[in-house]
């Protein structure tokens, strides 16, 4: 089991920048891969990045890529989101997701609430 908890979200304009957090507790954080997801209203859940459990290897949606910078400390069980030049369209809440597949994209076991990202144009 592990626990997820997001923060640093927030109301942010265009061209912006967020650094989103994700704090893990349970088992040790390394033996898992994590991945950001998020939620845009009246859609569904979609991949965003993901990072293996060592942190050198990272897998981005095409619509992120050369914006946002996924990280990982685990020496503090944390994982980041580092967006850049946000856009009205990365609206949505954004989900940290923990994973011991060896998917990037699905198959995550265990999500945190969710830290509400709004990007004003």
């Known amino acids: 089991q592990v626990q997820l908890v997001e923060s640093g979200g927030g109301l942010v304009q265009a061209g912006g920048s967020l650094r989103l957090s994700c704090a893990a507790s349970?088992?040790?954080?390394?033996?898992?891969?994590m991945a950001w997801f998020r939620q845009a209203p009246g859609q569904g859940r979609l991949f965003v990045a993901a990072?293996?459990?060592?942190?050198?290897?990272?897998y981005y949606a095409d619509s992120v890529k050369a914006r946002f910078t996924i990280s990982r400390d685990n020496s503090k069980n944390i994982v980041y989101l580092q967006m850049n030049s946000l856009k009205p369209e990365d609206t949505a809440i954004y989900y940290c997701?923990?994973?011991?597949?060896?998917?990037?994209?699905?198959?995550?076991?265990?999500w945190g609430q969710g830290t509400q990202v709004t990007v004003s144009s």
């Open positions: 997701a923990a994973s011991t597949k060896t998917i990037w994209t699905t198959g995550y076991d265990y």
């Open positions: 349970g088992r040790p954080f390394s033996n898992y891969r």
């Open positions: 990072i293996n459990g060592g942190g050198s290897a990272t």
